[in-house]
């Protein structure tokens, strides 16, 4: 059922980028009297999220702070607001200038979010107000033309729309082990857990499991903390994240629109351009993020299967790449022994008492290869596929059949406009999303540069303006 009115009341769930934007942009848009709620489960992440809660000064925005601004049409926003705090950000070990392409702390980020989010509530017109509440959304119900959440508080809320800005969820558990060891102390399933690095500091040696931003993450951090221990990193196929290339152009002139429709003949279309221009990939790759969207609507569903099979990893760890400083400083661990890398599958892990012996089958190899270690890192990833998550509100949604996976498992189904399309396909005049849970829809939808264009859309159509 299409809502009557403009809305008064809209509740957004999750208190990370895509919730925080969507907030502030309603703050400054409004005319009208509207009470927005702002939800967040966890305090330690409102108006920063899971990616800029890390109090780690050496966890580094993986973009360059010329392109992070929050707001779409002033790009040099959160340039101007590091420049001002340039000496402070200067003390941090990891950063050697703040100018449009470097690579900040994303701690620092999370204060310029929070700070983006006052500003707004400051500035919104009479009426238009900010409820700040931490607390989990454990179920939702659309009633006539309005949506009751409950908290897992007990308190219930009253909203005319309500944006579902659920973001990163922790990984799923990889495949080798049993209940019993995932439930042990030696298992950090959580990457993102408060007390995980206080844990892992008396260890003399651990694994992380995956080889994407997450294990760089942990690495650098455990580097940074002063871990003697020996650091196991293990991955099918052994690719990890390329580094940024100071000085590689910003802009490359390509068309895509000849890539379109098939995996294959995109790929070397691609390899193409870059071969005739004589360039470095990387500013092809990135030249083709702003088309990203038509070009990955354009394959349909079984040529998308086929570039999650084929080419999802080598897509990954060239498109999000790493600060040029962090990229030497793993170097510089694998050099020194520090980080070991291991290559395929992992076929158990044995809890021993004391440690756990891990068992893999090292790619093209025909035997077993084991090593044992204090303590396993679950770095494989965010899970998008909604069945598997222990949320009580998705459990609660998919039960109530208002919420349905995409087709391929990588987030939820949504409409264009980010309106959360129910189980029989309908688009709903209630409930919206943004950001990660629209990978299935958009592929390029997980980071600033694409998230904050859609928290401004969003806010928009809320608001009908
Ligand atoms: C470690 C990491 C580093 C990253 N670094 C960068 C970077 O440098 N640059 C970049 O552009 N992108 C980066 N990203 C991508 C990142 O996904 C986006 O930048 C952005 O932060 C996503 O924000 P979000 O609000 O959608 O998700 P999240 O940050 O995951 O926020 C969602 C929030 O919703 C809350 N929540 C979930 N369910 C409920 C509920 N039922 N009730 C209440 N609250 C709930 C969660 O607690 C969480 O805080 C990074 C991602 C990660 C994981």
Known sequence: MKPASPPQTIAIIGAGFSGTLVAAH?????KAPLTIHLIERERSRFARGVAYSTTEDCHLLNVPAGNMSAYPDDREHFLR?????????????????????????????GDYLTQVLDEAERGAAPGVGLERRIDEVVSLKVEGEAVDL???????????????????????DPSGGDAAFYRSARYHGDPWAPDVLERLLPTESCLLVGSGLTMVDWAITLNQAGYRGTIHVVSR????????????PAAFALDPSGAKGA????????????????????????????????????????????????????????????????????????????????????RGFRDLGGQVEVVIRPRGSDRNHEFRVDAVVNCSGSESDYRRLDSPL??????????????????????????????????????????????????????????RGQAARLAAELLGV
Not at 82 to 108: F, I, K, N, W
Not at 416 to 445: C, Y
């Open 263 to 346: 995996v294959r003949a995109g790929l070397h279309r691609l390899r193409d351009y870059i071969r005739k221009s004589g360039a470095d990939w990387r500013p092809a790759i990135d030249a083709l993020r702003p088309a990203t969207p038509i070009l990955w609507k354009s394959l349909g569903l079984s040529e998308q299967r086929r570039f999650l099979r084929h080419l999802r990893t080598l897509w990954d760890c060239h498109r999000h790449r790493l600060a040029p400083g962090i990229a030497a400083r793993l170097a510089a661990m694998l050099d020194s022994g520090q980080l070991v890398r291991h290559v395929g599958r992992i």
């Open 394 to 451: 998705v459990k609660a949604l998919l039960g109530q059949r208002l919420i349905r996976p995409d087709p391929l498992a990588l987030g939820l189904d949504v409409a264009d406009s980010g309106a959360l399309v129910d189980a029989e396909g309908v688009a709903s005049e209630f409930l919206f999303t943004l950001g990660p849970p629209q990978k299935g829809h958009w592929w390029e939808t997980t980071a600033v540069p694409e998230i």
């Open 26 to 30: 309603l703050l400054s848009r409004a």
């Open 81 to 109: 607001w590091a420049q001002a705090r340039a000496g402070e950000l200067l003390d941090c070990a990891c950063v050697s200038e703040v100018t449009a392409a470097a690579y900040l702390p994303r701690r620092a980020y």
């Open 150 to 172: 409950r908290l897992a508080s007990g308190a219930q809320l009253r909203a005319d729309r309500v944006v579902l800005a659920l973001g990163n969820f922790r990984p799923g």
């Open 237 to 248: 196929r052994g690719l990890w994240p390329h580094s940024h290339k100071p000085g590689a």
